[in-house]
Each structure stands twice: as C-alpha cells, then as structure tokens.
C-alpha cells in the first residue's frame, strides 16, 4: 500500500484502463435520423428540450479526445450512431462509417484504447417506424448493423453491443407495446429476450474477427431490501437487471454502470411493493438521485455473483452536479468502493467515468455529469478540476483506499 499526503492508495493492475465515456446522441448534435430526434420534435412530446448541436462533437471530437488525452486518461468509450451509418433501411453511409474510423484512428494517435459501443439508446426512424424491438425482424436487423459496423473495429479490443439494455426495456420499448399490454407498468420480458438474441447475434459477428473483447453493460441498481422485503426485492430486481447480467455469463467482459442505489419495500400501489421514497434530507444529485457512491462496490459484487465472475470493465460511474469538488468526492467513494471489492477478488478491468462532457443527459442539458464544461453556444471547452484530478490517478496508476 502508498499513501499521498491525504488519501491512502494502492496500485490498479497493470494495463488497468483509465478513461471516460460518451454517447452519439448526447454529444455529436443534429443525429436528425434518429428516432429519439423525432420524438424530441413531435407534437406533445414527452422530451423536454431537444439535443440540437449538443456539443458538436461530430466535428470536435478530435479535440475532445486531445483534452482526455492530454490529461492523462486512457481510454474513450464512445458511441456509432447507427442512425447515420444506416439512415435508410439497407442504406449504409461509407462516409460515416470513414467519419467512425477516424475517432478510432484519433484516439490511437493520442495513444488512448478506444471502447465502441454499437448501440447507445437510439436507433434510425425506419427502425422505430417499423416497430423497433418489437419488428418480426428486429434482431436480424441489428446482426446485420454489427456486421456492417465491425468492418471498421478491425484494431479495436474493447467493443460494448448494447448499452445498458435493462434501461431500455424499463424505459422507452416498452412504451411501444399498449395495444400487447405486457407487462405494463414495468420492463417487457418479450423485449428483454429479443434484445438478449439481437447481443447474442452480435457477439457472434464480432467473435468471428477473433482479437475482440465484447460484452454488453448493464445499469446496476443496487436493489436493497427493506428488512423482510427480499423476496419482493429479488422479484423486482429479476427483469429489471438480473436477467440481463445472466445473460453475460458467456461474454467476455460486462459493463458495470452504476450510479446509485434502490430501496425496495412496501408501497401503497396496486403491486404492493417498490421503490422507497428517500429520507428527508437525503443529499440529491442534479438528476435527483442520491448521493451514493458506495453503490459502485456493490454493483460490482452483485454482478461478480450473478455472472459467476466474467471480467468487469466500469463502463459508466459519475454524478451530475455544479459543484466539481463534489464530483471528485463522488468519484474518490467510488473508486475506495470499487478497490475494495477488487482487494476481495472482482476482476475489474478498468473504469471509464461518465462523463468526458457536460452533454445531453435524455431531455435536458441541465444534469452536468461532464469533467469538461461545454458553452451551449461557442461549443468551448473547459476542463474543470476533476478532469486532471481522475487523469492524475491514471498517470499513477493508483486507486483511492478508504482511509
Ligand atoms: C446512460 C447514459 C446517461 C447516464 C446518466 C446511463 O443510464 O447510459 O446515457 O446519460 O446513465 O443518466
């Protein structure tokens, strides 16, 4: 063990990956092809302000990348949109898919490992028109976008499928299927099965080029019980999250995301139980959240004892908030979190904090997760303390011990 002057710490593994993630949606700006553009600019939508330009990191990511880089980080986990490389139906853009490669080319010319993730949230309009998950042909569909996409990850190690499926399935699909009525409130099994067949598919594209790592990640909830309400809480958690880390036994690593926890226990609804309210007092993030960072070892934990041990890659970690000291206290908990849980054998290949940017965070620009600030209208970035903080640790190669 080493010690700082303030924090105790002790040494990642060698090769350990240091860096930070973003999506296409909420960076790249103007992805008019994609379903969510159309629902940020329906008549009556449910979104509340549209993505527009974002951060206009379609054309900045080069110094977006120099920033990560420069500061001493690692890696850059960032997103295909695959509304732009297929945004007509058996329409692929060799442009975009040249414009993808020259990310992956840029990050290796900083030295940092790019980590692909093919699927962020978003897919094209002729996809949503034509069903989304619920399409007959869904998940050829999806194969075949993996097929076209691995064209251009021949280098390229770390590939996530499809982010955090078990959000989707909760979230927006599910949505989709009133007149079916499954499942509502709450995740689809239909749409968690078919999204676990279209991952499969696309690992088998991508375990044909043979160098590739890939996996999927899943957001980790941290389902808590309130004493005597396991049994409810394993129910709860099973479609929610559970399933979707199963499915991951065979994969060759899992995406960890986890930014807080969930009290399960009794509730007045017709279910009976559920989510808890948080204690008055309760310290809050910007996306009303709890301020939690413990969670991270648990979420490790947990997803060490579902998948019986498949190598773990933080692929999301963060808090969004004004107050950047916060963040680093935040992320310090998270990181003392999850060097406790390697110190009790999780294999954790690396952390990647969400996020690089202060972006669109799903209907608004206000959560700011970012370790750069970006003004909302020169695009300007400002590395803000926690950027050369977190690049600190990666130069060191040191994990914060709880002291
Ligand atoms: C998602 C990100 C999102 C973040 C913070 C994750 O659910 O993958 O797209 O911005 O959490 O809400």
Known sequence: MTSTSTTPTTPAPDGFLWGAATAAHQVEGNNVNSSHWVDEHSPG??????????????????????????????AYRFSLEWARIEPERDTVSAAQLAHYRRMIDTCRRHGVEPVVTLHHFTFPRWFG?????????????????????????????????????????????????????????????????????????AMEVLGRRGHVQAGWTVANQVFQAVPGWEQQRDEWQYWRE???????????????????????????????????????????????WEYYPQALGHALRHTREVTGGVPMLVTENGMATRDDSRRIDYTTGALQAMAAAMADGCDVRGYLHWSLLDNYEWGSFDPTFGLIAVDRTTFARTPKPSLAWLGGLAKSNLLPLAG
């Open 129 to 201: 028109r034509s069903g989304g998950w619920y399409a007959p042909d869904a998940v050829d569909r999806f194969r075949r976008f993996a097929e076209t996409a691995s064209t251009i990850l021949d280098d390229v190690t770390w590939v996530v499928t499809i982010n955090e499926p078990n959000m989707m399935v909760n979230q927006s699909e599910a949505r989709i299927d009133t007149e079916n009525g499954v499942n509502f409130p709450g995740p689809s099994p239909h749409v968690a099965r078919v999204i676990a067949q279209a991952h499969h598919a």
């Open 242 to 288: 559970d399933y979707f880390l199963e499915q991951a036994r065979d994969d060759d690593f899992v995406g960890v995301q986890s930014y807080l926890r969930t009290i399960i226990g009794p509730t007045d609804d017709e279910l009976g139980y559920g989510p808890q309210p948080w204690p008055e007092g309760t310290e809050r993030t910007l996306t009303g």
């Open 45 to 74: 939508t449910h979104v509340a302000e549209p993505s527009g330009d974002a951060c206009d990191s379609y054309h900045r990511y080069p110094e977006d990348i120099a920033l990560l880089a420069g500061a001493g980080l690692g």
